[in-house]
């Protein structure tokens, strides 16, 4: 049962932040350091990626576990509503899905980077993260990945080859 009512969780829910979150900015902040330059939200690309790197023709998305229903430990589904939480997540994942792949068709090469990997219990250094995410810039891969907890990150990588 939630706790507050309906015009207040309204509310709360629509002030989530969408660009210049937390854990975007850690990363952001990471690859400034490593040398790495880009372009932020360029809107004349599919889903307005968070991250553009036009010199490598790479995307970088930073995707929050709980919106996009990653799976890990910070995805959970709400108690009550779970018809509308679940056709929202599974919405969002298909969004997602159109947005990869209208990039890839273009030409662009795109790499997710979830949440629970620079914040909480299971988070890894933002230079490691940004380490792997350079490594994937100077790679031939056009998919990548990070955000497996339990798996190092060259094995997201790897994962990512086509």
Known sequence: MDTVDKATRSRIMAS?????????????????RMGLRYRLHVRSLPGSPDIV????????????CYWHAHGC??????????GFWAEKFTANKLRDAKKEAALLGAGW????????????KTARQPEEVSASIRKW?????RRGRVG???????TDLA???P
């Open 16 to 32: 989530v932040g969408q660009r210049d979150t937390g854990v975007e900015m850690v990363l952001r902040s990471a690859l400034h």
């Open 53 to 64: 790197f036009p010199r490598y023709r790479a995307v970088v998305f930073v995707h929050g």
């Open 73 to 82: 430990h910070r995805s959970t589904i709400p108690k009550s509503s779970n």
């Open 109 to 120: 090469r795109v790499m997710t980077v979830w949440e629970c990997t620079l914040r909480g």
């Open 137 to 141: 810039l100077h790679s031939r891969a």
């Open 148 to 154: 497996d907890p339990s798996a190092p990150l060259a």
């Open 159 to 161: 994962a990512a080859m």
